[in-house]
Nanobody, 122 residues
Framework: QVQLVESGGGLVQAGDSLRLSCAAS????????MGWFRQAPGKGREFVAA????????RYADSVKGRFTIARDNAKNTVWLQMNNLKPEDTARYYC???????????????WGQGTQVTVSS
Protein backbone atom coordinates (compact mmCIF):
# COMPACT_ATOMS: atom_id res chain seq x y z
CA GLN A 1 0.00 0.00 0.00
CA VAL A 2 1.36 3.40 -0.97
CA GLN A 3 1.35 6.42 1.30
CA LEU A 4 0.36 9.71 -0.28
CA VAL A 5 0.94 13.11 1.32
CA GLU A 6 -0.65 16.20 -0.20
CA SER A 7 0.46 19.77 0.43
CA GLY A 8 0.16 23.24 -1.00
CA GLY A 9 -3.41 24.17 -0.21
CA GLY A 10 -4.44 27.46 1.29
CA LEU A 11 -6.78 30.43 1.28
CA VAL A 12 -6.61 32.53 -1.88
CA GLN A 13 -8.73 35.03 -3.77
CA ALA A 14 -10.56 34.39 -7.00
CA GLY A 15 -8.17 34.60 -9.93
CA ASP A 16 -5.15 33.50 -7.90
CA SER A 17 -3.05 30.39 -8.46
CA LEU A 18 -1.93 27.50 -6.28
CA ARG A 19 0.21 24.45 -6.87
CA LEU A 20 -0.63 21.30 -4.99
CA SER A 21 1.93 18.56 -4.46
CA CYS A 22 1.52 14.91 -3.68
CA ALA A 23 4.50 12.91 -2.46
CA ALA A 24 4.25 9.14 -2.73
CA SER A 25 6.15 6.45 -0.89
CA UNK A 26 7.54 3.28 -2.36
CA UNK A 27 9.35 2.16 -5.46
CA UNK A 28 6.43 1.56 -7.78
CA UNK A 29 5.25 5.14 -8.26
CA UNK A 30 6.34 5.23 -11.89
CA UNK A 31 4.21 2.21 -12.76
CA UNK A 32 0.84 3.76 -12.00
CA UNK A 33 -1.41 6.49 -13.26
CA MET A 34 -2.12 9.18 -10.68
CA GLY A 35 -5.02 11.51 -10.19
CA TRP A 36 -6.43 14.41 -8.22
CA PHE A 37 -9.93 14.48 -6.78
CA ARG A 38 -11.76 16.98 -4.63
CA GLN A 39 -14.59 17.06 -2.17
CA ALA A 40 -16.55 20.12 -1.19
CA PRO A 41 -18.61 20.23 2.03
CA GLY A 42 -21.81 18.28 1.63
CA LYS A 43 -20.81 16.85 -1.72
CA GLY A 44 -19.28 13.68 -2.98
CA ARG A 45 -15.71 13.27 -4.11
CA GLU A 46 -15.29 14.31 -7.73
CA PHE A 47 -12.62 13.74 -10.33
CA VAL A 48 -10.36 16.68 -11.18
CA ALA A 49 -7.43 15.43 -13.27
CA ALA A 50 -5.32 12.37 -13.98
CA UNK A 51 -2.26 11.38 -15.94
CA UNK A 52 -0.81 8.08 -16.99
CA UNK A 53 2.33 6.43 -15.66
CA UNK A 54 4.76 8.50 -17.75
CA UNK A 55 2.74 11.70 -17.97
CA UNK A 56 2.14 11.22 -21.65
CA UNK A 57 -1.63 11.25 -21.43
CA UNK A 58 -3.82 13.43 -19.26
CA ARG A 59 -7.49 13.77 -18.50
CA TYR A 60 -9.36 16.68 -16.93
CA ALA A 61 -12.80 17.43 -15.62
CA ASP A 62 -14.61 19.89 -17.86
CA SER A 63 -14.85 22.35 -14.98
CA VAL A 64 -11.06 22.73 -14.76
CA LYS A 65 -9.94 22.35 -18.37
CA GLY A 66 -7.72 25.21 -19.43
CA ARG A 67 -7.11 26.30 -15.82
CA PHE A 68 -5.53 23.29 -14.12
CA THR A 69 -2.50 21.27 -15.19
CA ILE A 70 -1.41 17.93 -13.78
CA ALA A 71 2.21 16.81 -14.00
CA ARG A 72 4.52 14.28 -12.41
CA ASP A 73 8.18 13.62 -11.77
CA ASN A 74 8.78 9.90 -11.38
CA ALA A 75 12.33 10.47 -10.14
CA LYS A 76 10.87 12.42 -7.21
CA ASN A 77 7.78 10.27 -6.66
CA THR A 78 5.70 13.43 -6.92
CA VAL A 79 2.61 14.56 -8.76
CA TRP A 80 1.51 18.20 -8.93
CA LEU A 81 -1.65 20.05 -9.72
CA GLN A 82 -1.11 23.59 -10.96
CA MET A 83 -4.31 25.55 -10.47
CA ASN A 84 -4.69 28.91 -12.20
CA ASN A 85 -7.55 31.39 -12.31
CA LEU A 86 -9.12 29.83 -9.24
CA LYS A 87 -12.83 30.29 -8.68
CA PRO A 88 -14.91 30.10 -5.49
CA GLU A 89 -16.46 26.89 -6.79
CA ASP A 90 -13.00 25.29 -6.69
CA THR A 91 -13.17 25.42 -2.90
CA ALA A 92 -12.78 21.85 -1.63
CA ARG A 93 -10.43 19.42 -0.01
CA TYR A 94 -8.12 18.03 -2.68
CA TYR A 95 -6.87 14.46 -2.63
CA CYS A 96 -4.39 12.62 -4.75
CA UNK A 97 -4.92 9.01 -5.65
CA UNK A 98 -2.99 6.18 -7.16
CA UNK A 99 -4.78 4.33 -9.92
CA UNK A 100 -5.06 0.59 -10.34
CA UNK A 101 -2.90 0.56 -13.43
CA UNK A 102 -0.62 2.53 -15.69
CA UNK A 103 -3.29 4.32 -17.71
CA UNK A 104 -5.92 6.91 -16.89
CA UNK A 105 -8.56 4.51 -18.13
CA UNK A 106 -8.15 2.57 -14.90
CA UNK A 107 -9.91 3.48 -11.67
CA UNK A 108 -8.40 4.77 -8.44
CA UNK A 109 -6.96 1.99 -6.35
CA UNK A 110 -8.34 3.17 -3.05
CA UNK A 111 -5.00 4.56 -1.89
CA TRP A 112 -5.75 8.16 -0.86
CA GLY A 113 -3.84 10.84 0.94
CA GLN A 114 -5.23 12.93 3.78
CA GLY A 115 -6.00 15.80 1.47
CA THR A 116 -5.16 19.48 1.44
CA GLN A 117 -7.74 22.25 1.79
CA VAL A 118 -8.18 24.86 -0.92
CA THR A 119 -10.44 27.82 -0.16
CA VAL A 120 -11.11 30.46 -2.78
CA SER A 121 -12.78 33.68 -1.70
CA SER A 122 -14.71 35.88 -4.09
Amino acid sequence: QVQLVESGGGLVQAGDSLRLSCAASGRTFSLYAMGWFRQAPGKGREFVAALNYNGGSTRYADSVKGRFTIARDNAKNTVWLQMNNLKPEDTARYYCARYQGALVSFSPSGDWGQGTQVTVSS
